[in-house]
């Protein structure tokens, strides 16, 4: 019985996304004589295309469309090609705060990412609560400058709400803790009123293409 818990617990796996049509696992093995693993480099064959991850973290909606008889039990879905992520539904609440990350595999520069907003029915088809977009090429331009030692709180790049955009206001990508993060108010359209808060974090893996 402790070997087969041993061989067991010698593997540990992590899995960045959750789109079935594109999964990255990383493995590390336990030395019998070390207490620390490291990561090996996934097959070369999944990483030679990929730049990195992009972290969307749905922070909150505001002011969201009523479709229910007061109140709406709104998620958000948001699509890069052909992954598709989604958050958990919250109940009766047209200002909700999600605070979740979504992880999303990015291989084009240039891509860009849809979210809409639905709300949950139990018996009938989900309603729409609007839908946005944005770009993910100014944040992939700025990580390219590569950027550190700045104070706390810089601001690297400022885009401007256009009606090319979705921006329901100036997005900033900033200087925060060492790495760079950019804050979005987006402006959801196909629908009365809404607005969604997101923030774009980025990760490198090891192994992958880079910027």
């Not at 041993?6 to 493995?27: D, E, P, V």
């Not at 709104?74 to 979504?102: A, C, F, H, S």
Request: charge should be positive; charged fraction near 25%.
């Amino acid at each position: 019985m402790g070997e087969t818990n041993a061989r067991s617990n010698s593997h540990k796996h992590w899995r960045f996304g959750t789109n079935s049509q594109q999964n990255i696992q990383l493995r590390s093995r336990s030395s019998s004589n070390s207490t620390s693993s490291s990561p090996e480099s996934p097959p070369k064959s999944l990483m030679e295309n990929l730049m990195g991850l992009l972290r969307v973290r749905i922070k909150r909606g505001v002011n969201l469309a009523v479709r229910d008889v007061r109140s709406s039990d709104p998620y958000v879905v948001i699509k890069m090609g052909k992954q598709k992520l989604k958050t958990r539904v919250i109940k009766r609440d047209v200002n909700p705060e999600w605070n979740e990350d979504l992880t999303l595999s990015v291989v084009d520069p240039h891509a860009s990412v849809s979210l809409t907003i639905y709300d949950h029915d139990t018996f009938s088809k989900d309603d729409k609560m609007g839908d946005a977009e944005f770009e993910i090429l100014p944040f992939i331009e700025a990580l390219k400058m590569n950027v550190t030692g700045l104070p706390n709180g810089t601001v690297v790049k400022r885009i401007q709400q256009s009606r090319d955009n979705y921006l329901a206001d100036e997005s900033r990508i900033t200087y925060i803790n060492g790495k760079l993060v950019q804050d979005m108010i987006l402006r959801l359209r196909n629908v009365e009123c809404g607005e969604l808060e997101i923030q774009l974090n980025w990760i490198d893996l090891p192994g992958s293409k880079g910027l």
